[in-house]
């Protein structure tokens, strides 16, 4: 078998038309503008309206146009990976009901969730289906309807959540092109920072659980904060470390969107030229595992064959990690 790598060959995205703007949530908390663009870079957000609307409806978007702009056919994916912490429903498997929607009816599927860093979580594993030469047409789709666990009248989390999908088609590269290296980290401990209560096997939901609101995400943020610096600093610097690879030689870090000041140190730590960092969460908010494919999606234009990528990303559980990938087109 030659040495096949991972090649991203294409990206897609999408986001629901409707805008939540810092104005509105105004209306909803006890919040500013202001604070919300000082403290976490965000202006809007989008949110996904109407009724039995979920994830997996996002992730078609994304996928529908991966698939138009690379003109795929949905019968040549082989495997679907989604990543997300909001599944269509407990059961079933949300990536199934995508590829049903979708047409993809030759592609194995499942979901993965490693909350925000669920992109590259899976993203790394979809990659190993290629270098073992089993796959070779394999979409990886992050998407969130974060909307549906989030309580509007929590300012301290209700601000920082956006819907989105994004996806991106892998194929295999005899060039040496694609994903190169990855570091995945996880701490349990982080459960205590960043969860919801109920809803799982640990507390099923009951009326008492809803009624206290125990079905939202909670998050203690400035814990959470200084672990997302410091993990991602830690591994982009690993990453870079063992690949002989310096600042020049890395044309983009490509973080996950939870907070413009936490990028801000990621790329500082990192010593970064923020010119060379992506960022949209100012239009988006975090998304959870649609934040990093959202901004391939956003940034394709300026990038070209060869680039040297490191994609970086936290969030619940703790999971955290980097990927290290040569842009392929
Ligand atoms: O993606 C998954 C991983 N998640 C993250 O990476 C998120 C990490 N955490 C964060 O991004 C930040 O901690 C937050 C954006 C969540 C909060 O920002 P912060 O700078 O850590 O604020 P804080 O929680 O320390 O609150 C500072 C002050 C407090 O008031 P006092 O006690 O100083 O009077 C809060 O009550 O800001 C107040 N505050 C708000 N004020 C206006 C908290 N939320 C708001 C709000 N609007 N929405």
Redesign the pocket.
């Known amino acids: 078998m030659a040495n096949l790598k991972a090649a991203i060959t294409g990206v897609g995205g999408y986001v629901p038309d409707y805008i939540l703007t810092n104005a509105e949530?105004e209306k909803m908390?006890?919040?500013?503008d202001e604070?919300?663009r000082t403290?976490?870079g965000i202006e809007e957000r989008r949110i996904l309206k109407g009724k039995d609307k979920g994830t997996s409806d996002l992730a078609v978007g994304a996928i529908q146009d991966l698939l138009s702009k690379t003109n795929t056919a949905p019968d040549e994916i082989d495997l679907l990976i989604c990543a997300t912490t909001t599944p269509d429903r407990i059961v079933p498997d949300t990536g199934s009901t995508i590829c049903h929607k979708a047409g993809l009816s030759n592609a194995t599927a499942f979901q993965m969730n490693a909350?925000?860093s669920g992109f590259i979580f899976s993203l790394t594993t979809a990659a190993k289906f290629i270098e073992s030469g089993s796959h070779k047409k394999v979409i990886v789709v992050g998407a969130d309807k974060m909307s549906s666990i989030i309580n509007y009248k929590d300012?301290?989390?209700?601000?920082?959540f956006g819907d989105g999908a994004g996806a991106v088609l892998l194929e295999p590269s005899e060039e040496g092109l694609g994903v190169q290296d990855a570091l995945l980290k996880n701490d349990g401990a982080g459960v205590e920072h960043?969860h919801i209560k109920s809803g799982g096997s640990v507390r099923p939901a009951t009326a008492v659980t809803v009624m206290n609101d125990e079905h939202y995400v909670y998050?203690?943020?400035?814990p959470?904060?200084k672990?997302?610096v410091s993990g991602m600093s830690k591994v982009v610097q690993t990453v870079m470390r063992r690949n002989n690879l310096s600042t020049p030689d890395v044309n983009w870090l490509v973080p996950?969107?939870?907070?413009k000041?936490?990028i801000e140190s990621v790329a500082k730590m990192a010593d970064f030229p923020i010119e060379r960092v992506m960022m949209n969460i100012q239009r988006y908010g975090?998304t959870?595992a649609g934040?990093i494919p959202l901004c391939l999606w956003d940034y394709e234009e300026q990038l070209k064959k060869g680039d040297n990528l490191i994609l970086t990303?936290?969030?619940?559980g703790y999971t955290w990690g980097a990927v290290y990938l040569k842009w392929a087109y």
Do not use: E, M, S
């Open positions: 949530l908390v006890d919040t500013n604070w919300i403290r976490t909350a925000c300012r301290a989390t209700c601000i920082i960043l998050q203690n943020g400035k959470v904060f672990a997302a996950h969107q939870a907070n000041r936490i975090n959870t934040t990303a936290f969030g619940g």
